[in-house]
């Protein structure tokens, strides 16, 4: 499988570079980005053939299997149903877009031309979360509540490697759309309520700094989440799973009991590292001829969910 990394110096174009090494049978052979200089250094330090600024010129590359949108939020949609016209395989970073209407339109499109399209949600693969979604399968644990938090300090617009980013990040669009579609997926369930509080805006960045979320299934699973890009504390999203039997913290690939002992999850995986998951059920998928789990139809609810959360932030 001969990959193309979009976005490749980003900070998660970076960690698909580091994921996809990890990989048998797997190589990137083209990298893109909107800095010649900066793609050129990429390519030279990993031996990679192509550098580009032009995903097009990625896409016409013969040698190109399958490609990796690790760009900035507002280009996923029209990134990717130029990837899907193209005939070419496309997982695109979380979220696959910043709507419900570009959401649909690349669910159609995907439709359409039956190429396979995966959204980045690596929440359902880092083994914590695996772990739990196990034991809800097996009928061994039943969600009463997912309280989730998450924090950065982020009041001037910089990337994950505390870069100057060029794009503004979002609460909702990005980093709530990691935990509504989770608390879907770890439920079996959609949402029957949902509201949103959005606190005071960036004099700057036009984005609301602070969030609070509550969603509730039919069921009577609670989830309750806060985002907030003002904590200047831990920085990261924690999970606490409170079930029928038992409480679990979830740290992005570690878990714990509710008295803060860790748990052995050396057999959930072939990996602790989510996004090597990620990617390798992005190739497995593409070489099985199969929808992938996390397909874009399989995030589709989580955007219809974020849309009506949006519409009850500006009501």
């Not at 390519?43 to 990796?68: F, G, M, P, W, Y």
């Not at 959204?119 to 399968?137: D, L």
């Not at 984005?207 to 969603?215: L, R, T, W, Y």
């Not at 059920?281 to 929808?291: C, D, K, L, Y």
Request: charge should be negative; charged fraction near 20%.
């Amino acid at each position: 499988m001969r990959l193309c990394v979009a976005g490749a110096y980003g900070a998660f174009g970076t960690k698909h570079l580091e994921a996809l090494d990890r990989i048998d049978d797997v190589s990137v052979v083209s990298v893109m980005g909107p800095d010649q200089a900066k793609i050129d250094a990429i390519a030279a330090e990993r031996n990679i053939a192509q550098a580009s600024t032009d995903l097009e010129a990625c896409l016409d590359n013969k040698n190109v299997d399958a490609v990796i949108l690790a760009t900035p939020t507002h280009l996923h949609a029209e990134q990717a149903i130029t990837c899907l016209h193209a005939g070419k395989p496309v997982l695109i970073e979380i979220p696959m877009a910043d709507s419900l209407k570009d959401s649909e339109h690349i669910c159609a499109v995907q439709e359409e031309t039956g190429v396979v399209a995966m959204a980045g949600h690596v929440r359902r693969f880092n083994p914590s979360h695996q772990w739990i979604h196990t034991k809800i399968k097996a009928g061994e644990l039943t969600i009463q509540q997912m309280d989730v938090q998450t924090y950065f300090f982020r009041r001037t617009n910089m990337n994950a490697k505390g870069e100057p980013r060029s794009w503004t990040d979002h609460l909702l669009w990005h980093h709530a759309c990691h935990t509504v579609d989770l608390f879907q997926y770890q439920t079996g369930e959609i949402a029957t309520e949902c509201f949103g509080l959005a606190g005071p805006h960036h004099p700057d960045l036009d984005i609301a700094m602070d969030m609070s979320i509550g969603m509730k299934t039919a069921s009577g699973a609670l989830c309750t989440l806060s985002l907030s890009f003002n904590n200047d504390g831990p920085l990261g999203t924690f999970f606490r799973y409170i079930c029928d039997h038992g409480t679990y913290i979830a740290r992005y690939d570690d878990l714990y009991d509710g008295q803060d002992n860790p748990i052995d999850l050396s057999d959930v995986a072939v990996s602790s590292n989510g996004i090597e998951l990620i990617d390798r059920e992005f190739v497995s998928a593409i070489q099985e001829g199969r929808p992938p789990n996390s397909s874009v139809h399989d995030a589709l609810s989580a955007m219809r969910t974020l849309d009506r959360i949006e519409q009850t932030l500006s009501s």
